[in-house]
């Protein structure tokens, strides 16, 4: 059978789209953390929101996947008072890619 590309694999290949799919992602992906680390934690916007000095829309803008102003002060505060912790991770970009 041939092996066939998907069309985000198809897409991918340009590398405008796949700089700009990739920010997207990871804007989406720290909207869903925070939302995740909350839920497990039990508590609502508002209750997280008083635990870090701030507002209930706040946090509902961090967890927004069209928010990207985030702050590591806040991303911090919002994990400790979920009970978890902040990590950053910086890597090489991939060999190849200019």
């Known amino acids: ?3 066939q590309k998907s ?3 198809k897409k991918n290949e340009n590398a405008r789209f796949k700089k700009g799919f990739e920010n997207e992602l990871e ?3 720290i909207g869903e953390q925070i939302a995740r680390m909350r839920a497990i934690a039990g508590i609502t916007q ?3 929101a008083k635990k870090i000095g ?3 829309s706040a946090i509902s803008r ?3 996947a069209e ?3 985030y702050e590591l002060r806040t991303l911090r505060k919002i994990a400790e008072a979920c009970g978890g912790k902040l990590q950053l991770i910086m890597q ?3 060999e190849g890619a200019a």
């Open 1 to 3: 059978m041939k092996n």
């Open 7 to 9: 069309w985000i694999d």
């Open 27 to 29: 804007k989406l992906s």
């Open 46 to 48: 508002a209750q997280l």
């Open 54 to 56: 701030t507002t209930a």
């Open 62 to 64: 961090y967890e927004n």
């Open 67 to 69: 928010y990207d102003r």
């Open 92 to 94: 090489p970009a991939d």
